[in-house]
Antibody
Framework: QVQLQESGPGLVKPSETLSLTCAVS?????????WSWVRQSPVKGLEWIGE???????NYNPSLASRLSMSVDKSKNQFSLNLTSVTAADTAVYFC???????????WGQGTLVTVSS | EIVLTQSPATLSLSPGERATLSCRAS??????LAWYQQKPGQAPRLLIY???NRATGIPARFSGSGSGTDFTLTISILEPEDSAVYFC??????????FGQGTKLEIK
């Protein structure tokens, strides 16, 4: 069974960079799946952040693209998210998720709360 | 960007009743729509894909319908464990994939 687990700091200061990693177990990150990040806040609800493929190809939410980068580490079977210049509006629960090709988000991590505050 | 509007915001029903949840899109896009269930403290769970297909392991009491701009999730015989927030999500016009704001279903 596929499992995803987010990790990273729970508190980030304004203007700094939010960095999260998603460890994948039970499946190889080199399959024909896209690996996504989705966040959830009371203000914005569920918001798709972006996704990365095994090749390193990415699709980003245009509203976040200028601050966003993603990477994949095949040796560790994990993928990562970097979001720069964060503000309080980036406070949310961040989920990583799997999206098989031409499909939907079928496996999710448990989510990790990231608070942006000084 | 396609905006998905869900209604009602909250629905309160009794066990055994039928729940009908709506998701309306700001522009027509065929049937590339999914429904998710989310319980407190948990991640969303995929229920329905491509508007009307049940995901693996989803009970038959969950069904989906619709295309274009109007979509419906129906739970035919409510059980207490169906209490959750339900979201729709489209993957037709992206980026970005977008979600509805959710319908909270309360079981009395």
């Amino acid at each position: 069974q596929v499992q995803l687990q987010e990790s990273g700091p729970g508190l980030v200061k304004p203007s700094e960079t939010l960095s999260l990693t998603c460890a994948v177990s039970g499946a190889s990150i080199t399959t024909t799946d896209w690996w996504s990040w989705v966040r959830q806040s009371p203000v914005k609800g569920l918001e798709w952040i972006g996704e990365i493929y095994r090749s390193g190809s990415t699709n980003y939410n245009p509203s976040l693209a200028s601050r966003l980068s993603m990477s994949v580490d095949k040796s560790k079977n994990q993928f990562s998210l970097n979001l720069t210049s964060v503000t309080a509006a980036d406070t949310a629960v961040y989920f990583c998720a799997r999206r098989p090709w031409s499909y939907y988000f079928d496996q999710w991590g448990q989510g990790t709360l990231v608070t942006v505050s000084s | 960007e396609i905006v998905l509007t869900q209604s009602p915001a909250t629905l309160s029903l009794s066990p055994g009743e039928r729940a009908t949840l709506s998701c309306r899109a700001s522009q027509s896009f065929g049937s590339s729509l999914a429904w998710y269930q989310q319980k407190p403290g948990q991640a969303p769970r995929l229920l329905i894909y491509d508007a009307s297909n049940r995901a693996t392991g989803i009970p038959a009491r969950f069904s989906g319908s619709g295309s274009g701009t109007d979509f419906t999730l129906t739970i035919s015989i409510l059980e207490p464990e169906d209490s959750a927030v339900y979201f729709c999500q489209q993957r037709s016009n992206w980026p970005p994939y977008t979600f509805g704001q959710g319908t909270k279903l309360e079981i009395k």
